[in-house]
């Protein structure tokens, strides 16, 4: 399951039907305007009715709000756990999205102003029911197809780059959903190799992204069992998405941002312990939902 902003889709719909809120002066938040962008889960089969609502305020990201609309005993029977009913109802602050120090105070704002707005709630509604219906089962099947029969050792990271991308020239907090599929296939790969082999260290980790960031284009680069890996799984993102080879240099240049940031405040496994959190949770979570 991957959240894709609403927007992708829908463009001049998001663009007259986001919702802002404006707020005045002497409030617990700035003055200033608030953006309530919207993305939903992209997997066909799921019928979560949830929603990612990202806030952003002058230009800046400063929360994701998780939001189920429907009653705690939908989502017990959907996610077959009572204990993780009312946090998919929300609305939350997602564990896996944007916070800052303005984000319990527009989590309040959502509870106390959106909440009672119907107009937002019944727009929510109309616009995952939209989204859904956007979803291709042909192309997904047809997706399936191909990838029975794909081989990453038949292709060429720039062979399977295409001529144009996602556009973007560089990767924030407001458009940062756009390459989660590259972002999140290099991250969970670099998890399951930590699962076998726990001696793996956030400077090992930066060395080899930085190997793959400066060779990856290269018909001469080498690379160790862990660079391969992470190499094949781009190899197959890029295979059934669109994207070029900017948006690549700026997936990797990313994730090593993020394994320096956190080996810098987390030590030498900051990183890891990061992102094995983040896989964990997700792991649990789809664990929970197979179980009857």
């Given at each position: 399951m991957m959240m894709e902003m609403f927007a992708n889709r829908f463009p001049d719909i998001a663009e007259k039907e986001t919702r802002c809120v404006i707020m005045p002066s002497g409030h617990d938040l700035p003055a200033g305007s608030y953006y309530?962008?919207?993305?939903?889960?992209?997997?066909?089969q799921c019928d979560c009715r949830r929603a990612f609502i990202n806030i952003i305020y002058e230009n800046d990201l400063i929360?994701?709000?998780g939001f189920g609309w429907e009653d705690t005993m939908f989502y017990e029977k959907w996610a077959h756990d009572k204990s993780m009913?009312?946090?998919l109802k929300g609305p939350i602050l997602e564990i896996c999205g944007i916070k800052t120090r303005y984000s319990d105070n527009v989590l309040k704002l959502f509870k106390e102003v959106m909440m009672?707005?119907?107009?937002?709630?019944?727009?929510?509604?109309?616009h995952?029911?939209?989204?859904?219906?956007?979803?291709?089962?042909?192309e997904e099947d047809t997706d399936m197809d191909e990838l029975e029969d794909f081989n990453p050792n038949e292709h060429t990271v720039i062979d399977l780059c295409k001529e144009r991308g996602t556009g973007l020239d560089v990767i924030n907090d407001n458009n940062?959903?756009?390459?989660?599929?590259?972002?999140?296939?290099?991250?969970?790969?670099?998890?399951?190799?930590?699962?076998k082999d726990k001696s793996l260290k956030d400077s090992e980790v930066i060395e080899f992204l930085k190997n793959i960031r400066d060779n990856i284009f290269s018909e001469t680069g080498?690379?160790?069992?862990?660079?391969?890996?992470?190499?094949?799984?781009?190899?197959?993102?890029?295979f059934l998405n669109s994207y070029d080879k900017r948006d690549l240099s700026l997936s990797i240049s990313s994730v090593l941002k993020s394994a320096k940031l956190h080996r810098s405040t987390g030590g030498n496994r900051?990183?890891?312990?990061?992102?094995?959190?983040f896989f964990n949770q997700m792991k649990e979570s789809d664990d929970t939902k197979l179980q009857t």
């Open positions: 309530f962008s919207e993305s939903f889960c992209n997997d066909k929360a994701t709000i009913a009312q946090d009672k707005d119907t107009i937002f709630l019944d727009r929510l509604k109309k995952y029911n939209m989204f859904k219906e956007e979803l291709n089962d042909t940062r959903e756009a390459f989660y599929p590259i972002i999140m296939a290099i991250e969970e790969t670099i998890w399951t190799y930590y699962l080498r690379f160790n069992e862990l660079e391969d890996n992470i190499i094949n799984k781009i190899k197959l993102v890029l900051g990183y890891l312990t990061f992102i094995s959190h």
